[in-house]
C-alpha cells in the first residue's frame, strides 16, 4: 500500500526558507494530486496546496506568495518551500495524497493517504 | 471564500454514547464535504467522503449526512478508540481546500 514520508530540517532561522520533500513509497507518483498541510501547536489543520504529478499547482491564498510546490517523478517525490519564514510557521507539517473519485456525473476530492508528519520549529 | 465552522468545539461523552458533530459552510458546497479522525500525536485519517461515503476500512458506527451548507459526522457507539478530533473539509472550491476548525471529543 501505498506510504508518505517527510523529511527535512526540523529547525529553521527566520526569514529562512523552508525545505521538505515527501517520499512515495509503494506506489506510482504518477495520476494523482500531492498535497501539503500544516498545524501550528495545539491548533487545527491549515491546507497548503497542491500538485499534479504532471507539476500543475494550486496553493493558499493566503500562503501563496511565499510557497513553491514541486514534483519529481523520477523519484517518486515532492517538495515544499515556504519562504520567509517566521515563529507563526513553526508547525507539524503533514503530505497527503489527493485522491479523486466519479460519483455518477461529479468528482470528489479528498486526501486518503497521509504521511507520519515532521514538526519544524522557525527560531533563530 | 468558504469559511467552515463546527459544533460543539468539545464534547464529553461516555462509551456506548451516540455522538453527533455539525460542520456548517458559509455558503453551499452541495456534497463536497469530508470528515477526518485526528489523535494526539498523529495524522488525520479520512473517514467520510462526499458527505456521506464511508473510507474503505472505517467502522460502520461512523456515518455521515448532510449536503448544501449543514453536515453531521454520526458515531452510533462511541468506542475508546474514538476519543479523538474531528475535523470536516470543504472540497467545494477545489482547487482550494478549507478545514473546520475542529471539534475535540473526550472522556465524560
Known amino acids: 500500500q501505498v506510504q508518505l514520508q517527510e523529511s527535512g530540517p526540523g529547525l529553521v532561522k527566520p526569514s529562512e526558507t523552508l525545505s521538505l520533500t515527501c517520499t512515495v513509497s509503494g506506489g506510482s507518483i504518477s495520476s494523482y494530486y500531492w498535497s501539503w498541510i500544516r498545524q501550528p501547536p495545539g491548533k487545527g489543520l491549515e491546507w497548503i496546496g497542491y500538485?499534479?504529478?504532471?507539476?500543475?499547482?494550486n496553493y493558499n491564498p493566503s500562503l501563496k506568495s511565499r510557497v513553491t510546490i514541486s514534483v519529481d517523478t523520477s523519484k517518486n517525490q515532492f517538495s515544499l518551500k515556504l519562504s520567509s519564514v517566521t515563529a507563526a510557521d513553526t508547525a507539524v507539517y503533514y503530505c497527503?495524497?489527493?485522491?479523486?473519485?466519479?460519483?455518477?456525473?461529479?468528482?470528489?476530492?479528498?486526501?486518503?493517504?497521509w504521511g507520519k508528519g515532521t514538526t519544524v520549529t522557525v527560531s533563530s | 471564500d468558504i469559511q467552515m465552522t463546527q459544533s460543539p468545539s468539545s464534547l464529553s461523552a461516555s462509551v456506548g454514547d451516540r455522538v453527533t458533530i455539525t460542520c456548517r459552510a458559509s455558503?453551499?458546497?452541495?456534497?463536497?464535504l469530508n470528515w477526518y479522525q485526528q489523535k494526539p500525536g498523529k495524522a488525520p485519517k479520512l473517514l467520510i467522503y462526499?458527505?456521506?461515503s464511508l473510507q474503505s476500512g472505517v467502522p460502520s458506527r461512523f456515518s455521515g449526512s448532510g449536503s448544501g451548507t449543514d453536515f453531521t459526522l454520526t458515531i452510533s457507539s462511541l468506542q475508546p478508540e474514538d476519543f479523538a478530533t474531528y475535523y470536516c473539509q470543504q472540497s467545494y472550491s477545489t482547487p482550494i481546500f478549507t478545514f473546520g476548525p475542529g471539534t475535540k471529543v473526550d472522556i465524560k
Open positions: 500538485i499534479y504529478y504532471s507539476g500543475s499547482t
Open positions: 455558503q453551499s458546497i452541495s456534497s463536497y
Open positions: 497527503a495524497r489527493v485522491a479523486k473519485q466519479q460519483l455518477l456525473i461529479y468528482y470528489y476530492y479528498y486526501m486518503d493517504v
Open positions: 462526499a458527505a456521506s
